[in-house]
């Protein structure tokens, strides 16, 4: 039930910007809609939703991963561009293994995607059962899974668990 | 702010050409798609801001953000997809002779 709530507010959401500027007739048809796209395929939706009620993590993501995140983002494309414009393509790939503690799907997913766009790396598979995430580096500093780990993970990590765990 | 958002159009387009020159210059499956996540996701998302920034907050505006947010969740979602193929596939990743 709470599930199909947390999608029908998403939805909802997503059909009034899409419907910009808000009036009332867009807005019950909205609720038509969303309401009957919560009846269909609300069991679809992520799990943990209880995660959407609690103010300190939006705070946290917000205020802590936002920013961290856009900041990474925004190096790591001119860290891509640098790298592609040289001549001499500085470049050292492999496939590393990192370890990480979180568990659910959408920590998981948030994790993934993080690590896609900072510097250099990129998730290629992760295996949930034991916790270790596959990353392909452009330019391998580290070996061995602790360094690594702390070297791509180490600042997104503590900030996902205090969010989405 | 008509013309801050031109200067966001143009860096936009200059990362997403240096995004296509990476796909034809880097070696294997995984690099290129680095290059296709990264200036791309930047290049795309600066030429819907600069957009933004032209036509302001109205129906055009609104939906910008929502693409922006999508591409945002689903560009890495996808590299993730295509490289997570060419593992299970047994494609080996390209190592360079020599150490530098």
Known sequence: MRRRLALFIAALAIWMLLSWPPDSQHLLAGIAAAGLTALLCGDLFIDGTRLFTRPSRWGYFLIGYLPLFAWQCLKANIDAAWRILHPDLPINPGIVQIKTSLTSDI??????????????????????????????????????????????????????????? | ????????????????????????????????????????????????????????????????IICMIFILLTTPTAAHAISRAALKNGIEPFKKNGDK
């Not at chain 1, 920590?107 to 916790?131: E, H, Q, R």
């Not at chain 2, 008509?2 to 070696?27: D, K, M, T």
């Open chain 1, 107 to 165: 920590g998981l997913t948030f994790l993934a995607n993080s690590i896609t766009l900072i510097p250099g790396t990129m998730c290629v598979n992760i295996d949930k059962d034991k916790g270790i995430l596959y990353i392909h580096w452009i330019n391998v500093k580290a070996e061995d899974s602790e360094t690594a780990t702390r070297l791509i993970a180490g600042k997104f990590e503590p900030l996902l668990k205090k969010i989405f765990e």
């Open chain 2, 1 to 64: 702010m008509v013309i801050a958002g031109f200067i966001f159009i143009s860096i936009g387009l200059a990362f997403n050409v240096i995004g296509c020159i990476g796909i034809i210059r880097l070696p294997d499956v995984y690099n290129r798609m680095q290059a296709a996540t990264k200036c791309v996701t930047a290049g795309t998302c600066g030429i819907l801001f600069g957009t933004f920034l032209v036509t302001g907050l109205n129906a055009a505006g609104a939906k910008i």
